[in-house]
T-cell receptor, first 120, second 111 residues
Framework: GAGVSQSPSNKVTEKGKDVELRCDPISGHTALYWYRQRLGQGLEFLIYFQGNSAPDKSGLPSDRFSAERTGESVSTLTIQRTQQEDSAVYLC??????????????????FGSGTRLTVV | EDQVTQSPEALRLQEGESSSLNCSYTVSGLRGLFWYRQDPGKGPEFLFTLYSAGEEKEKERLKATLTKKESFLHITAPKPEDSATYLCAVRGNNAGNMLTFGGGTRLMVKP
């Protein structure tokens, strides 16, 4: 697609329920990232997918959080047994391949508009 | 661990009043410093990438500069439509493709 698409745009869920957030990256982008942004704060890294490599899960805050990606397309972020502190905007981004450390892409990431999650 | 600190947290300007936003960073081998603009309810929008000290990039009323320890985003004669949160991020040698973001500066330009 023309941009990074996230759904739903808003989600209100009850504490203890599971939620699934979806990200559809830009076609051809091999890298996909999930970030969390709490109200008035900066972006907190969650997980990163690069092609067929094992994902970098180092930012996931607990084992209630998991993410999957099918090939180089759609990704889903799942939060099990949601808690009130999970309330935030969840942002997805994608970028093209960085084949070597010396590559210098000028665009950084392209972000979606995010999913605003509210746990009540 | 890469770290990014942005200041001030919030900045109110009158239309036409030029100012600068600061981004201080520590990183193990800088492979890019990025500036983004974020409007309420939207994802961050890419503005600039800087790679080495002394580099400058310009776009309309915005100019980004870089030293070995910090970056500045200079806003010349701002307009109300420049009101947004400005985010700074770095990518270091040890981070793969991951960006580390600062907390942002919320800019409000009053007419």
């Amino acid at each position: 697609g023309a941009g990074v698409s996230q759904s739903p745009s808003n989600k209100v869920t009850e504490k203890g329920k599971d939620v699934e957030l979806r990200c559809d990256p830009i076609s051809g982008h091999t890298a996909l990232y999930w970030y969390r942004q709490r109200l008035g704060q900066g972006l907190e890294f969650l997980i990163y997918f690069q092609g067929n490599s094992a994902p970098d899960k180092s930012g996931l805050p607990s084992d209630r959080f998991s993410a999957e990606r099918t090939g180089e397309s759609v990704s889903t972020l799942t939060i099990q047994r949601t808690q009130q502190e999970d309330s935030a905007v969840y942002l997805c981004a994608s970028s093209g391949t960085l084949a070597r450390d010396t590559e210098r892409p000028n665009y950084g990431y392209t972000f979606g508009s995010g999913t605003r999650l509210t746990v009540v | 661990e890469d770290q990014v600190t942005q200041s001030p947290e919030a900045l109110r300007l009158q239309e036409g009043e030029s100012s600068s936003l600061n981004c201080s960073y520590t990183v193990s081998g800088l492979r890019g410093l990025f500036w983004y603009r974020q409007d309420p309810g939207k994802g961050p929008e890419f503005l600039f990438t800087l790679y080495s000290a002394g580099e400058e990039k310009e776009k309309e009323r915005l100019k980004a500069t870089l030293t070995k320890k910090e970056s500045f985003l200079h806003i010349t004669a701002p307009k109300p439509e420049d009101s947004a949160t400005y985010l700074c991020a770095v990518r270091g040698n040890n981070a793969g493709n991951m960006l580390t973001f600062g907390g942002g500066t919320r800019l409000m330009v009053k007419p």
